[in-house]
């Protein structure tokens, strides 16, 4: 599976950016998927998580109300719509895929190469 993440670029805070995520082959509609982030210096750390039907989310606290993840199972595509963005949203985000059992989400089976989100003060 190849998953290609596109819709990064440079915001002023306060402003808007909606990130893709493409995924290559047939298990797109089975796997949970997820978008983490990197800043310089810090640890990768998981952003936004949606179970394969999409009928279940989660959000990290420093995003809950400024994000939302959705995804588009008939175009193997899932997305990150981020709102009212801060500077410490500054980070390369990227995709994986994963699975959804009992309430936990376990990613880290693909990657995509990442894309970069930096918000101007």
């Known amino acids: 599976v190849q998953l290609v993440e596109s819709g990064g670029g440079l915001v002023q805070a306060g402003g808007s950016l909606t990130l893709s995520c493409a995924a290559s082959?047939?298990?797109?509609?089975?796997?949970?998927m997820g978008w983490y982030r990197q800043a310089p210096g810090k640890q990768r750390e998981l952003v936004a998580g949606i179970t394969s039907g999409g009928d279940s989310t989660y959000y990290a606290s420093s995003v809950k109300g400024r994000f939302t993840i959705s995804r588009d199972n008939a175009k193997n595509t899932m997305y990150l719509q981020m709102n009212l963005l801060k500077p410490e949203d500054t980070a390369v985000y990227y995709c994986?895929?994963?699975?959804?059992?009992?309430?936990?989400?376990?990613?880290?089976?693909?990657w995509g190469q990442g894309t970069q989100v930096t918000v101007s003060s």
């Open positions: 082959g047939s298990t797109f509609s089975i796997n949970a």
């Open positions: 994986t895929r994963g699975t959804y059992t009992s309430g936990t989400y376990y990613f880290g089976d693909s």
